[in-house]
């Protein structure tokens, strides 16, 4: 973690046109440095904390012969670096543990704990879902020397999510950056386009790009059961533009209602711009039916000139396909109006333990640690962050070590506010609405009144 000043200089060297990946994507990348410079109030002063090694977290006790089972939301590619990075801690303890990675984890972790048959282990993408099965009693409290752990290995920023009513009850194990936009360098400068510096620039970008005969965006918002999760990350992204921090976290713990004035407003202009003749590039057909990892060959191809989306959005890139100001893809912040506030919306995952053993409380410390961490950047070539102390940057790409450098001296993060919602709303009726709006089927005011029926009332 950077001191202030060694903060500062980064950024001034990279910026936020950094970007990194959360799949695997067989790219290769440039370094990071960047085309503007930006700061965020995300961002100050942290020191270095230790990192506990495997060997302490086995201890003295005996584990061979046991197992353990988790089950999280990343599958192909992605589920098999997770066991690969399991993988060495088992040969180590002589732990049997298996990964199972499914895309409707969402709901499949319901019917598992409803049906009282829970994993050993399971890895939330949602804080929402955490502190729902939390306050049911079905996710076990760390334990003390876990919980210390979390707390000497990550910034306070990431184990604030995994903490529910004032228990550490989940363990940070990765995390993304949102607020980024994807583009061509070389379009860009052939085209004499800027990065924009503020969102109304971006806007005026997209209508010169529209005037130029260019498509401004690519666009897809289907991702099977979370369909329409997309579309709400513009809106918590915009949001955190045109309110304030204060403000999200109102709307987020449901102290503001969520059909209010603002959010209703940014239902609006985002369908207006999605609608906007010649605006958007979608690969499916229609912005409802395109995969949202279907926009990366476009963009390389230039049947549009930007996409704004996380980190792991290099996943979806063509395999080969170089990253940074250098090469055929970079990413600038996606910016706000005010000049004193740079918002950051980050994302990641949580795991949490629901089986009170040994063998399950070691593995669970591995996955919060740095080794972990390293063995997933090896496992994965490309495709994973992690703020954990201690982890080794070289195994980083420097397009993606810059970019974790920064996460990790984060004081201050917005976490997606669908993740943190109540599961019924952040992973239910929001998408249901989103994908409503984007369809027609709803207007922007019938879109955020209905997820405000949704919000449960105890």
């Avoid at 099965?133 to 184990?159: M, Q, S």
Wanted: charge should be negative; include cysteine; hydrophobic fraction near 40%.
């Amino acid at each position: 973690m950077l001191k202030h000043t060694r903060l500062v200089a980064l950024l001034t060297a990279l910026m936020l046109v950094l970007a990194a990946c959360s799949g695997d994507s067989g790219t290769t990348e440039t370094t990071a440095a960047g085309d503007d410079t930006t700061t965020t109030e995300a961002m100050t002063e942290e020191t270095d904390a230790p990192t506990e090694t495997t060997e302490a977290m086995a201890d003295d006790t005996d584990l061979s012969g046991t197992s353990v089972n988790v089950f999280g939301p990343e599958s192909a590619a992605e589920g098999e670096a997770i066991q690969a990075a399991l993988d060495p801690f088992a040969a180590e303890t002589g732990i049997d543990i298996t990964y199972v990675g499914a895309g409707d984890f969402s709901d499949q972790i319901n019917i598992q704990i409803d049906g009282g048959n829970p994993p050993d282990i399971a890895i939330f993408p949602q804080p929402g879902k955490v502190a729902d099965f939390a306050r049911t009693g079905d996710i076990l409290p760390l334990p003390d020397d876990v919980n210390a752990n979390v707390t000497a290995n990550w910034p306070e920023a990431w184990t604030s999510f995994g903490n529910v009513d004032g228990v550490q009850v989940a363990i940070p194990t990765k995390t993304d950056l949102k607020s980024l936009v994807w583009y061509s360098p070389s379009r860009f400068a052939e085209a004499g386009y800027d990065i924009p510096e503020t969102y109304d620039d971006f806007l005026a970008l997209v209508d010169t790009m529209i005037a130029d005969g260019r498509t401004p965006l690519c666009v897809g918002i289907e991702s099977g059961p979370a369909t329409g999760w997309p579309f709400t990350d513009w809106v918590e992204d915009l949001t955190l533009r045109q309110a304030t921090p204060e403000f999200y976290d109102q709307w987020v713990a449901h102290e503001v209602p969520f059909n209010n004035e603002t959010t209703t407003s940014i239902f609006g202009q985002i369908a207006d711009l999605w609608n906007t003749p010649g605006a958007v590039f979608a690969a499916g057909g229609s912005i409802a039916s395109t995969f949202f990892g279907d926009n990366g060959t476009p963009l390389v191809d230039g049947q549009c000139e930007m996409h704004r989306q996380a980190s792991f959005f290099a996943a979806f890139l063509p395999e080969g396909t170089t990253l940074g100001p250098e090469g055929e893809i970079n990413a600038f912040y996606f910016p706000s109006n005010s000049a004193d506030s740079k918002p950051v919306l980050g994302a990641g995952t949580l795991a949490t333990a629901f089986r009170d053993a040994p063998e399950v409380w070691a593995v669970m410390d591995y996955l919060g640690s740095a080794e972990y961490a390293n063995a997933r950047i090896a496992a994965q070539g490309g495709g994973f962050l992690s703020a954990v102390g201690g982890q080794d940057l070289g195994l980083y790409s420097p397009f993606e070590a810059g970019l974790v450098e920064i996460l990790s001296s984060a004081s201050v993060v917005r976490f997606d506010a669908s993740d943190l919602m109540p599961a019924a709303v952040g992973s239910g009726s929001f998408w249901t609405a989103a994908t409503d709006l984007v369809t027609g089927s709803l207007t922007p005011q019938e879109a955020t009144d209905f997820v405000e029926e949704s919000w449960p009332t105890s």
